[in-house]
C-alpha cells in the first residue's frame, strides 16, 4: 500500500457529505452509522478495496453529527466503533463527532522566541486553573483551554514565553494526567474539544508565548480503547492491527505499545505528530518516555531493543525539522544519551533536546540532604556543566515536573519540609536555590505549574493550583520573576559558556559566571547597549552567615548585584559589599554572605 493511500484516511468534505475510508484489512463489512440515518442498525454500507481501506460518500453526514462504524468480524461479530482519527468525541465512551477544520486563525503567523531565550512552563490544563471546587476542596469539574486562557496574561507578567500542556487526548473519564490515550487525534471533551485548543494557542501566540504538547506514542489506552482489536483480529489474545501482537507488545501500561513496523500504524503516528504542528499550529512537541518506544522495557540492554521504533523516530523527527524548522521536539529518555539529541545525518534520534535526569536528579539530591555538611557541590558543578551532543541547548533543566512532584516524591519545598512548606524557613530558601540553579545553568530551563508559588503536596490531576499563594509569598514570586527576566534577556545566560570560579566544601558556598560574546545581532535584537557581559552566581548552600568572605581568582572588576534573594526576600539594593571589598588583593573579592543566599552580579569590562 503506498504512503499515499495509507495517508489518506478519515472523513474528507464533499460538496454534499463526506467521504470516508476507514482501516480494517480484517473485517468482513463495514457500515457507517450515526446521526445522519438516525442510528439505524445497518447504516451505509462501505466498500472494501484491495488494501483493507473501507470507503463510501455519506451524502447525508453533516459537521457536528455523531457517529459510529459497526464492524462485522470474520466470525460474524459486530463491534462498535469510533473514528481513529476523530478529532471530537462526546466522550471516551461516546460517539464520533463530526469536525471541519475551519477555525479562523489570525492572518500573522507566530514566530516562535529562539530556543536560546525559552522558559518553559509545563502545565496541566485540569488544575491549572480551576474554579468548579467542591467543599471537599477538590474540583467538581476539571479546568479548562478557556480557564487557561485567564491566566495567559499573569504567565506573561512572571517572563514565560513557552508553555507546554500535558496531555490533552481523549482519554477516559473527565479527570486524567492524560498519559492514557484513548483516542490520539481527539482533544478531550472535558476540556473544550479541538476549538478550545486552537482558541489557547490563538491567545497565548498574541500574548508571545509559543506552545508545546506533550505526546504518548509509548503506549495507547489502556481503557475505553476502541483501537483494541479493532476489526475484530488479533494474535495471542493481545491488540490486533494496531499492536504489535508478540512479546515487543508489554509495556507497564499494559500489551498497548504500537506496531512501529506496520506502515499503517507508523502512517498513523506521523499524521498525528503533523496534526498538531500544523492544524493546531503547535510550536513543538514533547515525547513521552522514549526508552518505552526504542525497547521493550525501557533498558539500554540491545536484546530489548524495537528497531523499528528508532527508525521511526528518526523520519518523524527529520521529516518535522524538514516542514517546521522553527518549531522543537523534546525526548524525554533520562538515559543520558547523546544519540538522542545527535543530528539524524549522524545516525542520531534527532530530537532538539531532551529533559536532562542528569540536572534534575542530582539538584534535588544536594538540596534535600538533611543536613548541610552532606551537600555535594560536585555534583552541582556536574549538572551545571553536563552537556548533550556538543549543545548545551539540547537539554532542558529543571527541578520539578509532573514526574518529579508525583509518582512518590512530591514538590520540592514538599520533600524539604514535609507537611510544613508555608512556615519552614529551609523549604523557602532552599527552593529558591533550586529555580536560581535551573534558570542561570546552560540548557532549557523549565519549571513546573505552582512552583513559582510554593506549592506544597505533589501533583495530583484533582489538585488545583492555589492562587492565593501568590499573595502569601510575594517576594518569592518576585523572586522567580527576575530569575526568569534575566534568563531571556541576558545574553550571558543564553550562551554555552559556564565556569565554576569559586567552590569551598567546608563553606559550601559555589560561584560561577556565565559569558557571552555580545553580538551585533544582539544589539539588534535589543539585549544589550555595549561589550562585554559577564554575570557572576554566588550561592550559600549553607545555613550559615559568613561575614567578609574572601571569593578568590576574581578579575578585577566592579560587580552590581541584580539579584539577591536572602531570608525570604528578594531585593539588589539590599546588598552591600563587605568593608574593604574593592580593595584588591590577588584579584580577590570580600562579601558579606547571609544564610542560603543567592547572589547575582552583573561587570562591565
Given at each position: 500500500m503506498s504512503k499515499e493511500r495509507i495517508a489518506s484516511m478519515g472523513l474528507f468534505k464533499l460538496d454534499k457529505g463526506y467521504e470516508v475510508a476507514l482501516w480494517a484489512p480484517n473485517a468482513k463489512a463495514v457500515a457507517m452509522r450515526g446521526e445522519f440515518d438516525d442510528w439505524s442498525e445497518k447504516?451505509?454500507?462501505?466498500?472494501?478495496?484491495?488494501?483493507g481501506i473501507w470507503t463510501g460518500q455519506i451524502p447525508l453526514l453533516k459537521n457536528h453529527q455523531k457517529y459510529q462504524f459497526s464492524i462485522t468480524t470474520q466470525s460474524g461479530?459486530?463491534?462498535k466503533r469510533n473514528d481513529p482519527r476523530a478529532r471530537l468525541l462526546t466522550n471516551s465512551v461516546g460517539a464520533s463527532v463530526v469536525y471541519d477544520d475551519d477555525y479562523q486563525w489570525p492572518e500573522k503567523t507566530f514566530q516562535m522566541p529562539d530556543k536560546s531565550a525559552l522558559v518553559i512552563y509545563e502545565l496541566h490544563i485540569g488544575?491549572?486553573?480551576?474554579?468548579?471546587?467542591?467543599?471537599?476542596?477538590?474540583?467538581?469539574?476539571?479546568?479548562?483551554?478557556?480557564?487557561t486562557i485567564e491566566k495567559l496574561d499573569y504567565l506573561v507578567k512572571l517572563g514565560i514565553n513557552?508553555?507546554?500542556?500535558?496531555?490533552?487526548?481523549?482519554?477516559?473519564?473527565?479527570?486524567?494526567?492524560g498519559y492514557n490515550p484513548a483516542y490520539p487525534f481527539?482533544?478531550?471533551?472535558?476540556?473544550?474539544?479541538?476549538?478550545?485548543?486552537?482558541?489557547?494557542?490563538?491567545?497565548?501566540?498574541?500574548?508571545?508565548?509559543?506552545v508545546v504538547l506533550d505526546v504518548v506514542y509509548n503506549h495507547f489506552g489502556p481503557s475505553d480503547l476502541h483501537l483494541w482489536q479493532f476489526d475484530g483480529w488479533s494474535e495471542n489474545n493481545k491488540g490486533g492491527i494496531y499492536f504489535y501482537n508478540d512479546w515487543r507488545s508489554d509495556t507497564p501500561w499494559g500489551d498497548t505499545r504500537p506496531d512501529y513496523g506496520r506502515p499503517e500504524v507508523r502512517q498513523y503516528i506521523y499524521d498525528n505528530a503533523m496534526m498538531w504542528l500544523e492544524e493546531f499550529r503547535l510550536?513543538?512537541?514533547?515525547?513521552?518516555?522514549?526508552?518505552?518506544?526504542?525497547?521493550?522495557?525501557?533498558?539500554?540492554?540491545?536484546?530489548?531493543?524495537?528497531?523499528?521504533?528508532?527508525?521511526?523516530?528518526r523520519w518523524l523527527n527529520s521529516e518535522i525539522a524538514s516542514r517546521h524548522p522553527g518549531k522543537i521536539v523534546v525526548a524525554e529518555d533520562l538515559h543520558g544519551n547523546d544519540f538522542v539529541t545527535d543530528k539524524t545525518k549522524h545516525g542520531g534520534l534527532g530530537y532538539t533536546a531532551q529533559w536532562d535526569a542528569d540536572f534534575v536528579h542530582p539538584i534535588r539530591d544536594v538540596l534535600t540532604q538533611p543536613e548541610d555538611d552532606s551537600r555535594d557541590l560536585n555534583l552541582v558543578e556536574k549538572a551545571l556543566t553536563r552537556q548533550y551532543s556538543g549543545d548545551s541547548?539540547?537539554?532542558?533543566?529543571?527541578?520539578?515536573?509532573h514526574d518529579e512532584v508525583a509518582n512518590g516524591s512530591a514538590r520540592l519545598a514538599e520533600e524539604i519540609a514535609p507537611g510544613n512548606v508555608d512556615k519552614d524557613y529551609f523549604a523557602r530558601q532552599r527552593?529558591?536555590?533550586?529555580?536560581?540553579?535551573?534558570?542561570?545553568?546552560p540548557g532549557i530551563p523549565m519549571l513546573f505549574q505552582g512552583q513559582e508559588l510554593l506549592e506544597d503536596l505533589w501533583f495530583d490531576d484533582k489538585d488545583p493550583i492555589d492562587w492565593a499563594r501568590k499573595d502569601q509569598f510575594p517576594q518569592l514570586h518576585q523572586a522567580y520573576t527576575t530569575l526568569i527576566s534575566l534568563r531571556v534577556h541576558h545574553p550571558s545566560l543564553r550562551g554555552d559558556e559556564l565556569n565554576i570560579t569559586h567552590m569551598d566544601h567546608d563553606n559550601k558556598v559555589l560561584a560561577y559566571t556565565r559569558d557571552k560574546s555580545v553580538t551585533d545581532e544582539d544589539d539588534i535584537n535589543g539585549q544589550v547597549n555595549e561589550g562585554d557581559e559577564t554575570l557572576l552566581v554566588v550561592i550559600n548552600f549553607k545555613n550559615q552567615r559568613l561575614d567578609h568572605y574572601i571569593l578568590a581568582d576574581f578579575d578585577n572588576r566592579k560587580w552590581q548585584c541584580i539579584f539577591n534573594w536572602n531570608n525570604g526576600y528578594h531585593d539588589p539594593s539590599e546588598f552591600t559589599f563587605a568593608d574593604g571589598a574593592h580593595e584588591h588583593s590577588d584579584n580577590n573579592q570580600m562579601i558579606n554572605i547571609s544564610e542560603y543566599q543567592v547572589l547575582i552580579f552583573k561587570a562591565r569590562c
Open positions: 447504516g451505509v454500507a462501505l466498500t472494501l478495496e484491495n488494501d461479530d459486530v463491534l488544575t491549572f486553573n480551576c474554579k468548579a471546587i467542591g467543599e471537599n476542596g477538590e474540583p467538581n469539574e476539571p479546568g479548562t483551554f478557556k480557564s513557552c508553555i507546554e500542556v500535558m496531555p490533552v487526548n481523549e482519554f477516559a473519564g473527565d479527570f486524567s494526567w481527539a482533544v478531550e471533551e472535558a476540556y473544550g474539544g479541538p476549538d478550545g485548543l486552537k482558541d489557547l494557542v490563538r491567545e497565548a501566540h498574541a500574548r508571545g508565548i509559543a510550536d513543538g512537541l514533547r515525547m513521552d518516555m522514549i526508552p518505552y518506544m526504542r525497547s521493550v522495557s525501557g533498558s539500554e540492554h540491545p536484546d530489548d531493543a524495537i528497531e523499528e521504533a528508532y527508525d521511526l523516530i541547548l539540547s537539554r532542558v533543566v529543571y527541578v520539578e515536573s527552593s529558591a536555590i533550586g529555580a536560581a540553579l535551573t534558570l542561570t545553568a
